[in-house]
Every structure is written in C-alpha cells, then in structure tokens.
C-alpha cells in the first residue's frame, strides 16, 4: 500500500510558477513509476508527466518545455516544477505510483492539488 500527499497548489497569474510536492509512504518508493495527472472542469483525467523507476521522463505536449518532473527517492518524493502557466493549465492535479508484478496492477492516487492560473 501506497499513500501518496501532494501539496504546493494554488492561485497564480499566468507566467508565473508553482511547485507541487508528492509526498509517498512505503518502503517501495524507488520501484514505482511516478506520475503527474490533471483534471479540469469538464475534461477526462489526462497524463502531465511521468518519470519511471529507471528515471526515464515523458511529458504531455501541451507541457514540454515549461514544466519538469523530478524524484528523489532517498526521501520519497516526486516534484512537478511549473513555469511559464498558462489559464488553460487550471485543473487539480493528482500524484500517481504505478507499479506491475506480474499480472497485479498496483495503482495509488493523491487526494489532488488545486491549481488555478488567472489570466
């Protein structure tokens, strides 16, 4: 079981920054694939970023160049740096672990972190 804490959303004007935070429990940290997803108003959940347990990153094309995703799994975190927000980044943003062992799925969701860009 993973638990998994975001935190560092908020208000921002367009062009400005944020940093969100997850913060996950467990022993396991290093073999889970860790990712950034984001809901609107309206809209399915869609992939941000993601940076697998070898450290291999994939971003959203909406996103690249503006944010980068990062971990540290001395202290079981992963960090989504966001610059250069624009309004139509607003949604909540949720933290993912993801891991296989083979055929188990295991898949653990943050409570979401709002962010808002004004415009």
Sequence with gaps: ?????????????????LRLSCAASGRTFSSYAMGWYRQAPGKQRELVAI????GNINYADSVKGRFTISRDNANNTVVLQM???KPEDTAVYYCNARRTIAPTLFNYWGQGTQVTVSS
């Design 1 to 17: 079981q993973v638990q998994l804490v975001e935190s560092g959303g908020g208000l921002v004007q367009a062009g400005g920054s």
């Design 51 to 54: 940076i697998t347990n070898s």
């Design 83 to 85: 610059n250069s927000l």
